[in-house]
Every structure is written in C-alpha cells, then in structure tokens.
C-alpha cells in the first residue's frame, strides 16, 4: 500500500546535472512522487512554481542568482501551497537559518540516503512531524563525517569535489576557499585515488553513485 492516499508533485531547484538524475531515479523508484519540473536557477524556480504549483519543492540553498531565502519568498509570493525542503551540503552555511526563518519546512543533506529524502518529502507534504535534527545541530555534521569516512574523504577534498561539481576550476576553487593553485591540485588529485577515479568526471559520478552529491 503507498504510504499516501495521492502523487505528491515535487519541484527540484537545483543547478547540478547529477541531482537531477539522482532524483530522476529517486521518482522512478518511488510511485507516488511526480516530477514537477526542474529549475535551475532561483529566477526560474519561482516562474515554474507558479506555473506547476507543486505539493513539495527541493531547493539548493546555493543558486548562481540567489540564496535560498531570496527564493522561498520569491516562492511564497506566487505558490503559497508550496512546502519547501531545503536540499543541501551545507548545513552551517549562514543561510540556512535565515531560509528556515523565510518558510523552509526541512533541511535535507545531500549525502543522505534516499529513503531518508523520500521519508522527509512525505512528512512534509502530509504535514506529519519531522524526526531527525536540527539543521547545523552536531548530529547533522557528524552524519556528514560519517559518510566521508567511510570513503576516505576529508572534508576539504569533499569542498573541493562539490566546487569542481559546480563547473569551478581550480584557480576559481582556490579563490573561494583561500588556498593555492598547488594545494587545490592535490587534494583533488588525492581525491581521485581515494575514490578509484581516473578523471573528474568520473570522480563526480562515484560521488553520485555513493549519494554523496
């Protein structure tokens, strides 16, 4: 029996490829969630809200126009329905609380395992209340650490792979975190052997693969 009595339409806002086909395959697997559509920026979140009016919407907190809170009032302004789940791999950055405090309902890593998205996007979208943490509590950090660890990631060589999932180079990586060329250089390098990868490309579908993006 499915664990709702209808299809639950989701929104998907985020501007990485690889999301998308995660959740393309988290809707197959999953027969009472629809994909409402895929945006890719917050300008066009907010126009496909409007247009779908989906029950749930998973947005990045890091958009190239917009932050998260910008998006959800954007949202709230022409899908008042809408619940928002924020979906991410960073759950200290400064926006997260300020998106909750706009109207997010959930925060979602982004290396959680996909009965845990799925289970939160039906509590969400039935109203039910959410077991789990605190977004930036310890317990959420920690379960971030406990999948890097189980493949040898640091969280740096982590940081770096989510830049390089972006379409960051390595002198625009360095930039953003404060480091040099060389040192970006090796911790993707290292990155790599630890992940059996042979390219960047393949590196990010391990990732993929492993639920880590």
Avoid: C
């Amino acid at each position: 029996m499915s664990p709702v009595s209808r299809t639950i339409s989701v929104l998907v806002v985020d501007d990485h490829p690889i999301v998308l086909d995660g959740v393309r395959h988290l809707v197959d697997s999953t027969p009472w969630i629809a994909l409402a559509a895929y945006a890719r920026t917050g300008r066009e979140a907010i126009t496909l809200a409007g247009q779908t009016q989906p029950d749930v919407i998973l947005l990045d907190l890091r958009l190239p126009d917009m932050l998260g809170p910008e998006v959800i009032s954007g949202i709230h302004r022409v899908a008042s329905g809408a619940r928002i789940i924020l979906f991410t791999a960073y759950p200290d950055h400064a926006a997260v609380e300020p998106a909750l405090a706009a109207g997010a309902k959930a925060v979602v890593l982004k290396d959680a395992d996909r009965a845990h998205l799925v289970d939160t996007i039906r509590r969400v979208a039935t109203d039910e209340p959410l077991a789990g943490t605190t977004p930036g509590s310890p317990e959420i950090s920690q379960q971030l650490s406990r999948n890097l660890r189980r493949y040898a990631l640091t969280r740096r060589e982590y940081d770096i792979l989510r830049h390089i999932s972006m379409g960051e180079t390595n002198p625009e990586i360095a930039e953003a975190l404060g480091l040099t060329r060389n040192t970006v250089k090796t911790y993707v390098q290292s990155a790599l052997t630890k992940l059996g990868a042979r390219n960047r490309i393949e590196a990010l579908n391990r990732l993929n693969e492993l639920g880590l993006l």
